[in-house]
Structures are given as C-alpha cells and as structure tokens.
C-alpha cells in the first residue's frame, strides 16, 4: 500500500512540474534517462552501447562473457543478464575480478562509469533538461541486496551529475 501511495504522489509531483519519473517508456527527457537508453560511452578502456549493458555485465565472472553482454544495447543486455543469480552470494564482478554488491569498490565502479557516461554530449543534454525537477525512478528496487542499483543510488549519481554539469555550463 505504501509503494502505491508514493506513487501516486511522485506521478502528481510529475504533473505540476517539480519531478521527473525515470522509465524507459516515458517521453524526453525522463525516458532518455533510462539505463535502456542506447548511449555510448568509453569506462575503463572498455566502450559501451547503454548503462545497462555494463550493470548487465557485472554480473558475469568470465571476461569474455562479461565484454558480450557490454556490447549489447539496453533491453539485450538486461535479457542476458536477468536470469543471474549474482544476489545469493551479493558477488558481481569487473572484468574478472569478484567484488561484493555493499563494497566501496562496486560503488566506486558504479559511480565512476555514470562520470564516464556523463562524457556522452546527448546524455549531458537530456540531464541538463530536467533542470532543478526532483528525480525518481518508483519502478526500481530499493533493497540493494535484489537489484544491482537501487532507486536512491540511480536518482542521488544522477542529481550529483547534474548539479556537476550545471556548475560547469555557467
């Protein structure tokens, strides 16, 4: 019940102006927030075609495996990735290299590649156009220990992103 009352509220926040709701299905700006949305980016030497192409691929302790699914564009990627099962140990992995789901080092990695994908010019934009709007995404998880980036974490990269680019542009 509580899930349902919150979401009417952001969706009312929505419709006067004060907040933006994250969905791939959404118009611009907010749906071109999603992790679906195809935005190239270079983290860490390796080039990626969405964000969720690299959350995906964390999921995958081989390398080779891991650099397929960051190939992939949005929805693919959460394809190949959704039947993981990272959460019963809480272990994703860069490029070989096993880290817990509540370390510092996969927070640092998360963050960093939403640095590196704020690179992209188009992504920059889309952030820039929601001005001061308070950010929400209530189709994502918030248990850290169910989903590889929770609401909070997604909305709390983003606004310091654009408070960021904001500083920058003036």
């Keep these: 019940m509580k899930k349902i009352i919150r979401k009417i509220y952001v969706k009312w926040l929505c419709l006067i102006g004060k907040a933006i709701d994250i969905s791939s299905t959404s118009k611009y700006p907010s749906g071109y927030l999603s992790n679906f949305t195809p935005y190239t980016f270079t983290f ?4 990626f075609t969405s964000m969720e192409s690299l959350l995906q691929g964390l999921k995958f302790e081989g390398v080779e495996t891991q650099n397929s699914v960051f190939q992939r564009v949005g929805v693919k990627a959460k394809l190949r990735g959704k039947k993981r099962k990272w959460y019963l140990n809480q272990t994703l992995y860069w490029q070989g290299i096993p ?39 209530t189709m994502g998880k918030s248990d850290p220990t169910l989903t590889i980036l929770t609401e909070d974490e997604f909305c709390e990269i983003l606004t310091n992103l654009r408070k960021n680019l904001q500083i920058d542009s003036k």
């Design 44 to 47: 860490r030497g390796i080039e």
């Design 99 to 137: 880290m817990k789901r509540d370390s510092e080092e996969y927070k640092n990695i998360v963050r960093e590649a939403f640095y590196a994908l704020a690179e992209n010019i188009d992504f920059q934009q889309t952030l820039l156009a929601t001005g001061n709007k308070r950010l929400y995404h």
